[in-house]
């Protein structure tokens, strides 16, 4: 990045023009029925392939299908960026704010202004504590972590297992209501026995498999099986198991059915992971979008807690789906994954063998 003197009002001239040339989306509205526009902040690209790959694609169909106006951008894991964008689409005249914060903190500030301002605010996968939003959209993420116990039980048996946990991001409530799912099902069982757990910051891929390494070193390399939170996170623990001659011996779960998480359950090298329909989570946000926007109370299913506002938000809570091989095919038949994304190459027979014709 280069550096240089710049007055103020160019640098904040500057920040406008490459946040408009940078990861905007904006789309016209098709329907003057609809008054308003919908603005969409996307938390990041490194934690997860699923925002630009899915996330993205799925809400703008949405929108368009609702005939509303929107922007989505992408703050690529800066929280400054985050609050500038935030900022400009406030000022450019969003009437509804969808947002997946990188944090709470940043997250509930732009959400407080944007209630100042008369902009109504919907938190999208990640609850934002200390947050303001009017609802909130995710999948239930104790079920998810939930999901994840039971996968590492089915693929460990009853047999005697020292395990670790790679959580994620500390900053990230989904990271500890999915620890939290995960621990209600493994330490329920007497011959499992956790022997180390860390969150990894930023759910970075990188400091992942040092950590995991870091584990590896310090247990003598004594891990039966490894609660990795995401697929990018059980990748790393396999980087190093790959390493050390054992993957596919020691059991890894995973999370968001990406094609990397998918290619590894059919090598054997991971255990599970969990399938999030992605399209039912953007569908179901841009319902509630739309219905702040035409001034109606939306349909939800729930409320979340959160412990640090004291309040109870109103909440459209959806089902994740386990995926072992014997059913990596359903992920295909979503069209959530590409069979010729998936089964190229090496894959193909083992895609004949999971049932992917």
């Known amino acids: ?18 946040l408009t040339a940078c990861g905007d989306d904006s789309g016209e509205a098709s329907s003057e029925s609809s008054k308003g526009k919908i603005g969409v902040i996307l938390p990041d690209t490194k934690s997860s392939v699923r ?137 329920k069982i007497p011959n499992y026995k ?17 950590i995991f390494e870091q584990m590896w070193t310090q247990q003598k390399g004594k891990i039966d099986g490894v609660l990795a939170a995401n697929d990018g996170v059980g990748n790393a623990a396999i980087s190093i198991l790959k390493k050390n001659s054992e993957a596919g011996k020691v059991p890894v779960t995973g999370q968001d059915a990406t094609l990397e998480g998918l290619q590894n359950i059919l090598d054997g090298n991971q255990c599970m992971t969990v399938y999030k329909p992605v399209k039912q989570e953007a569908e179901a946000a841009a319902k509630l979008a739309v219905a702040l926007i035409k001034g109606e109370k939306a349909e939800t299913n729930g409320t979340v ?16 789906v386990p995926v072992f091989k014997e059913n990596v095919k359903q992920v295909v038949d979503d069209g959530f994954v590409k069979k010729e994304d998936l089964c190229k190459g090496a894959y193909a027979a083992k895609c004949k063998d999971a049932g992917i014709q």
């Open 305 to 320: 807690d959160d412990p640090q506002g004291k309040r109870q938000v109103p909440s459209v809570l959806l089902n994740p």
């Open 1 to 18: 990045m280069r550096k240089g003197i710049l007055s103020l009002a160019a640098v904040s001239a500057a920040a406008a023009l490459t």
């Open 194 to 210: 956790k022997v180390a757990e860390q969150a990894v910051p930023n759910w970075d891929n990188q400091q992942a498999a040092t």
């Open 51 to 187: 925002y630009e790959s899915f996330d993205r694609p799925y809400l703008e169909q949405a929108f368009k299908a609702a005939g509303v106006e929107y922007d989505i951008q992408n703050a690529e894991g800066d929280t400054q960026r985050f609050q500038t964008i935030a900022d400009q689409m406030i000022t450019n005249g969003v009437t509804v704010l969808v947002v997946d914060g990188i944090d709470s903190n940043s997250a509930a500030a732009v959400q407080r202004k944007a209630q100042q301002q008369g902009v109504k605010t919907i938190d999208y996968d990640r609850l934002t504590l200390g947050g303001v939003a009017d609802y909130y959209v995710s999948f239930d993420n104790v079920k998810v972590g939930e999901e994840l116990g039971r996968g590492l039980q089915k693929c460990l048996g009853d047999k005697d297992a020292d395990i670790v946990y790679l959580n994620g991001a500390a900053t990230d409530n989904n990271a500890t209501l999915f620890a939290q799912g995960a621990h209600s099902v493994l330490d």
